[in-house]
């Protein structure tokens, strides 16, 4: 039987729809590792996905999942410069060091003024940049010397856990919809990920990775 052609307002629900559940799904594989589907019928969205932008070219916008792929990653970078300087933080390697951080930190505080600490485990990755516009990935860059940094929009774009659209519509209404958001941390690669990329290595006879 053969398939229904879809009109132009047809096809752009369709698509809306397969990019909400495609990136629903990334969320759940790449971020929470807890897929509700198989591969097989993620690659079955994808492929009609893929399809149906082909069909409508019109229709393609940077953020479809689609465009994650759409270039190769670049190795050589522009040049940006940080709106607010991205600082890095002060190592305080021992006790002592640690002491006069606290004795330095106390100095600036009223003598009376209670101090609480809050400690987590630091992931040391690439420190990242990375600026969304009206909800939609805009740039990533790196910290470069805290000034300025490199261009990685089109590296950034193939982690399939960083989002190219933030859900901007899921904010209760009392909060205004912000026009640019910059969101700062590290890029890192968990070491099952790691693992994998060397069985991969090693299945097509190429170099595995030491660390």
């Not at 990920?193 to 170099?207: I, M, S």
């Amino acid at each position: 039987m053969p398939e229904k052609k879809l009109s132009f307002e047809e096809a752009k629900k369709r698509i809306e729809k397969l990019r909400r559940e495609i990136e629903h799904h990334d969320y759940l594989y790449y971020v929470l590792d807890r897929p509700e589907i198989s591969d097989e019928a993620y690659d079955s969205l994808k492929r009609e996905l893929i399809s149906l932008e082909k069909q409508f070219p019109s229709l393609v916008t940077p953020d479809s999942p689609t465009q994650r792929v759409g270039g190769p990653p670049l190795e050589k970078f522009q040049k940006v410069k940080h709106k607010v300087p991205m600082l890095t933080l002060q190592d305080a390697m021992d006790e002592e060091e640690f002491r006069a951080w606290e004795k330095r930190i106390k100095k600036l505080l009223p003598p009376e003024k209670k101090v609480d600490y809050f400690g987590e485990l630091k992931m040391d990755g690439l420190a990242t940049s990375l600026i969304y516009r009206d909800g939609r990935l805009f740039r990533g860059a790196t910290r470069g010397d805290g000034y300025t940094g490199e261009d990685i929009t089109q590296n950034v774009k193939t982690i399939r856990s960083i989002p190219l659209k933030l859900r901007l519509e899921a904010l209760p209404k009392k909060y205004k919809k912000p026009k640019e958001i910059e969101v700062r941390g590290e890029i890192y690669m968990e070491k099952k990920e790691f693992e994998r990329l060397n069985q991969e290595q090693k299945r097509k006879n190429e170099l595995v990775f030491a660390n």
